[in-house]
């Protein structure tokens, strides 16, 4: 979700953002049960915090909903793996700067950056931009895997699982900025 008054520069930016993704999906390899595409789609979305009933469980989760959302959400499950699909209003911003080729639905899969092609700045996007990612881990059940495994082994179940995702967060550069629960 990206934001501003710039319709454009988000559109650009997303699309920076998910070619970055699937280049380093791409150069780590990934499991056979993960398919790593993307969609974007332009509009208003309500994005926060919000409760939500999980396997029967109030939580709360942090989301984005709204048509955009919606839209994105049903281009993804159609496009390939490695694919970038785009809403056609995103296909009208960023056409000049994307070759990019109809597929269905008012749906254009990228192709390729257009060689040369600048911003109204007459400037590349710039290739210091890095892409920032929230991670958030739930163990789900906690409280009934701490009644059946008891607090000590509790205690060094959520030890490992910080060791490993601070071994993770570590490994691409990442920060920690606070852990609660």
């Known amino acids: 979700v990206f934001d501003g008054s710039d319709a ?26 993960v398919s790593t595409s993307a969609a974007i789609s332009v509009g208003r979305a309500q994005v926060g915090s919000t409760r939500a009933t999980i396997a029967g469980v109030p939580r709360w989760v942090f989301g984005a909903e709204g048509e955009p ?8 499950e159609a496009a390939s793996m490695g694919e970038v699909l785009v ?6 911003l960023v056409s ?20 040369g092609a600048a911003d109204e700045a007459g400037t590349r996007p710039s290739p210091e931009r890095r892409v920032k ?7 789900v059940g906690s409280t009934r895997t ?3 495994i008891g607090d000590r082994q509790w205690g060094e179940l ?16 990442g920060e920690e900025v606070d852990t609660t629960g």
């Not at 809403?87 to 009208?92: E, G, K, L, P, Q």
């Not at 959520?158 to 550069?173: C, D, K, N, Q, S």
Request: hydrophobic share 50%; glycine share 4%; charged share 20%.
């Open 158 to 173: 959520v030890a490992e699982h910080e060791r490993m995702t601070r071994a993770e967060i570590a490994l691409h550069g």
């Open 133 to 139: 990612t929230i991670l958030m881990t739930d163990v």
């Open 8 to 33: 454009r520069a988000r559109a650009l930016a997303a699309l920076e953002a998910a070619g970055a993704i699937l280049d380093h999906a791409s150069t780590i390899g990934t499991s056979p049960e």
């Open 69 to 76: 959302v919606d839209r994105a959400s049903a281009l993804v």
């Open 87 to 92: 809403a056609d209003t995103v296909a009208a």
């Open 146 to 148: 701490v009644e059946n």
């Open 96 to 115: 000049d700067r994307f070759t990019l080729a109809p597929v269905c639905n008012g749906a254009y899969r990228l192709v390729a950056d257009t060689p």
